[in-house]
């Protein structure tokens, strides 16, 4: 039988298949992707053969993972830990939506890069969805548009939302139509309750903001994917604290910020890494104030292996 994988706990699998039925499915023994070592190597998304089995109590039917099908695309990060392990978020999207907040908890614009680099290198359109945009005084609103026109110039679409009171998510919803989609970002910033907006009957789990460390709460423990009413499917994903980017040539990373690819052939060296070589096109439109400080800073810490740090969000002037 033919499926797709809807939920994955790292065990057990929840997978439909083609004829619209549910199953709970295990893969047998050593089960490994072919250049790929992830901590998960099925992953929401993914479509998989599988066969039926009877389970050990003999009381219901079971599925075994025996391949998983050619993957269109998928998004990958490396845990922000001492493991150093990958893990494949999910695969075969049609776009991510990467929920974003000023405070409560902040985004810091490293996190944001890190992210739309990742998608970039594994081509799946990324749109930046600022949301509780309703909590917001008059600077904090200005700092927000600040961002929003920032990544709109470089080409990425941006929207300001407000989950709790149901601003511009129509325009989400409409985007989501037909295809199928990735919520990502911290916990805290609203991936669960955007979710039961745009699909109330789901009744995602949802916590408060921690007060004492005004972080997010981890509400969703494994990705998950559903099926919406109008013809879409969304994958909810657990909140992310770092985004290690995986697997990036040195070489290639300026191909990922497009706004450093533009100018690439305008540098006196094809192989440019943009640091410290001659007549470079984008040292000069940084220095022309032409390529902001903190897209320049995110990619100099990716470049050089650092980790995810946290850099503040409103961190975009030159120090």
């Given at each position: 039988?033919?499926?797709?994988?809807?939920?994955?706990?790292?065990?057990?699998?929840?997978?439909?298949?083609?004829?619209?039925?549910?199953?709970?499915?295990?893969?047998?023994?050593?089960?490994?992707?072919?250049?790929?070592?992830?901590?998960?190597?099925?992953?929401?998304?993914?479509?998989?053969?599988?066969?039926?089995?009877?389970?050990?109590?003999?009381?219901?039917?079971?599925?075994?993972?025996?391949?998983?099908?050619?993957?269109?695309?998928?998004?990958?990060?490396?845990?922000?830990?001492?493991?150093?392990?990958?893990?494949?978020?999910?695969?075969?999207?049609?776009?991510?939506?990467?929920?974003?907040?000023?405070?409560?908890?902040?985004?810091?614009?490293?996190?944001?890069?890190?992210?739309?680099?990742?998608?970039?290198?594994?081509?799946?359109?990324?749109?930046?969805?600022?949301?509780?945009?309703?909590?917001?005084?008059?600077?904090?609103?200005?700092?927000?548009?600040?961002?929003?026109?920032?990544?709109?110039?470089?080409?990425?679409?941006?929207?300001?939302?407000?989950?709790?009171?149901?601003?511009?998510?129509?325009?989400?919803?409409?985007?989501?139509?037909?295809?199928?989609?990735?919520?990502?970002?911290?916990?805290?910033?609203?991936?669960?309750?955007?979710?039961?907006?745009?699909?109330?009957?789901?009744?995602?789990?949802t916590t408060k903001i921690s007060?004492?460390?005004?972080?997010?709460?981890?509400?969703?423990?494994?990705?998950?994917?559903?099926?919406?009413?109008?013809?879409?499917?969304?994958?909810?994903?657990?909140?992310?604290?770092?985004?290690?980017v995986v697997d990036i040539e040195?070489?290639?990373?300026?191909?990922?910020?497009?706004?450093?690819?533009?100018?690439?052939?305008?540098?006196?060296?094809?192989?440019?890494?943009?640091?410290?070589?001659?007549?470079?096109?984008?040292?000069?439109?940084?220095?022309?104030?032409?390529?902001?400080?903190?897209?320049?800073?995110?990619?100099?810490?990716?470049?050089?292996?650092?980790?995810?740090?946290h850099y503040r969000i409103d961190?975009?002037?030159?120090?």
């Amino acid at each position: 039988m033919t499926g797709t994988v809807y939920k994955s706990t790292g065990s057990w699998y929840y997978v439909k298949s083609d004829d619209g039925h549910f199953y709970n499915c295990r893969i047998k023994g050593k089960f490994r992707i072919k250049g790929i070592k992830s901590t998960n190597p099925v992953a929401v998304g993914d479509r998989v053969e599988f066969k039926l089995e009877k389970s050990q109590e003999g009381e219901e039917e079971i599925g075994v993972i025996s391949e998983i099908k050619p993957r269109d695309n998928y998004i990958i990060r490396r845990s922000v830990n001492l493991s150093k392990q990958t893990h494949i978020i999910a695969s075969n999207i049609d776009q991510a939506f990467l929920l974003i907040t000023l405070n409560n908890p902040p985004t810091f614009t490293t996190f944001i890069d890190r992210f739309l680099v990742t998608a970039e290198a594994y081509r799946i359109k990324a749109i930046l969805l600022f949301n509780k945009i309703d909590t917001y005084n008059e600077d904090e609103l200005s700092e927000v548009k600040y961002l929003a026109a920032m990544y709109r110039q470089i080409g990425y679409q941006c929207i300001g939302i407000s989950a709790k009171t149901g601003k511009n998510v129509e325009q989400v919803r409409e985007l989501m139509k037909g295809k199928t989609s990735m919520i990502s970002g911290h916990s805290g910033t609203g991936k669960s309750t955007l979710v039961n907006v745009i699909e109330p009957s789901l009744d995602l789990k949802t916590t408060k903001i921690s007060e004492q460390h005004r972080q997010g709460q981890h509400t969703t423990t494994f990705a998950e994917m559903f099926d919406l009413e109008f013809g879409a499917r969304i994958i909810d994903t657990p909140g992310i604290k770092g985004f290690g980017v995986v697997d990036i040539e040195k070489e290639e990373l300026g191909d990922y910020f497009p706004e450093f690819f533009a100018l690439k052939q305008h540098c006196k060296f094809h192989n440019c890494l943009h640091l410290d070589e001659p007549k470079c096109a984008v040292k000069d439109a940084l220095d022309a104030g032409k390529i902001p400080w903190s897209r320049y800073k995110s990619y100099l810490q990716i470049l050089k292996g650092e980790e995810d740090q946290h850099y503040r969000i409103d961190n975009y002037e030159q120090e």
